[in-house]
């Protein structure tokens, strides 16, 4: 007499996919470990300047053959303060006089996470994967290691749900997180992923997110493949 199949309880993971190089080697981070067909990505749509990250990122999830989602947060731009959500505001390097960076965007991951735990909750995900890092957090303080650990804890409690925040990032440096891309073979889809605050191709090259970016591959010894990509294409650049 034939029996049922075992259920399958292989863990599924979500990937918080901004679109950009961090998160974009998280996805494929995630494919090696949990394996094709056991992987989701989820983007958000919160009135960012750069908002051609969300075409980058449904064009990643399509390259890696994994299900996207883009959900809608416009509160951070109702709140405002920050030059991620206001284009009357530019982009500085610098920190602040509160020493954080005219960026920073107050409770971001922390939403995002805890949206990103409701949406696993309802598909039966418990591995949730994301791009921060404490090593180059641009002075981000939920980025840090703490905040994920309470954060994780909280979302436990509140939710009463074994979910589990991953942060293969969090203490590498830009340059190992090129060579691990190229390690896990996520330098294709990095062609087509999006760091520049302001929100342009070919990146500006001066705001801290495209700095940051590119002393990465410099010092990893790798070609930009965006920049490889965009100077094959002669692309113009635009907004």
């Known amino acids: 007499?034939?029996?049922?199949?075992?259920?399958?309880?292989?863990p599924r993971a979500l990937v918080v996919l901004s679109g950009g190089?961090?998160?974009?080697?998280?996805?494929?981070?995630?494919?090696?470990?949990?394996?094709?067909?056991?992987?989701?990505?989820?983007?958000?749509?919160?009135?960012?300047?750069?908002?051609?990250?969300?075409?980058?990122?449904?064009?990643?999830?399509?390259?890696?053959?994994?299900p996207h989602v883009v959900?809608?947060?416009?509160?951070?731009?109702?709140?405002?303060?920050?030059a991620l959500t206001e284009k009357a505001i530019p982009v500085r390097a610098g920190l602040e006089a509160n020493r954080l960076p005219n960026t920073f965007v107050p409770g971001r991951n922390l939403i995002f996470l805890s949206f990103a735990a409701a949406h696993a909750y309802r598909r039966g995900i418990t591995e949730l994967v994301t791009g921060v890092a404490q090593t180059d957090y641009s002075g981000y303080?939920?980025?840090?290691?703490?905040t994920i650990e309470a954060l994780q804890q909280a979302i436990r409690l509140g939710m009463e749900a074994e979910i589990t925040i991953h942060t293969p990032l969090m203490f590498k440096s830009?340059?190992?997180?090129?060579?691990?891309?190229?390690?896990?073979?996520?330098?294709?889809?990095?062609?087509?992923s999006h760091t520049c605050?302001?929100?342009?191709?070919?990146?500006?090259?001066?705001c801290p997110a495209c700095r940051l970016?590119?002393?990465?591959?410099?010092?990893?010894g790798i070609a930009d493949p965006l920049i490889e990509r965009l100077r094959g294409a002669g692309t113009d650049r635009h907004a």
């Open 1 to 10: 007499m034939s029996q049922d199949p075992a259920p399958d309880t292989a």
């Open 21 to 66: 190089q961090d998160s974009t080697t998280c996805l494929y981070w995630a494919l090696d470990r949990f394996g094709a067909g056991r992987v989701e990505a989820l983007s958000f749509d919160y009135g960012q300047r750069h908002r051609i990250e969300l075409d980058c990122a449904a064009r990643i999830a399509a390259l890696a053959d994994v």
């Open 71 to 82: 959900l809608p947060i416009n509160t951070f731009g109702a709140l405002g303060g920050s």
């Open 141 to 146: 303080p939920d980025c840090r290691l703490a």
């Open 174 to 192: 830009k340059a190992e997180t090129v060579h691990m891309a190229q390690a896990l073979g996520a330098l294709p889809a990095l062609a087509w």
């Open 197 to 206: 605050y302001n929100g342009v191709q070919p990146p500006c090259g001066e």
């Open 213 to 220: 970016r590119a002393q990465g591959f410099a010092e990893a």
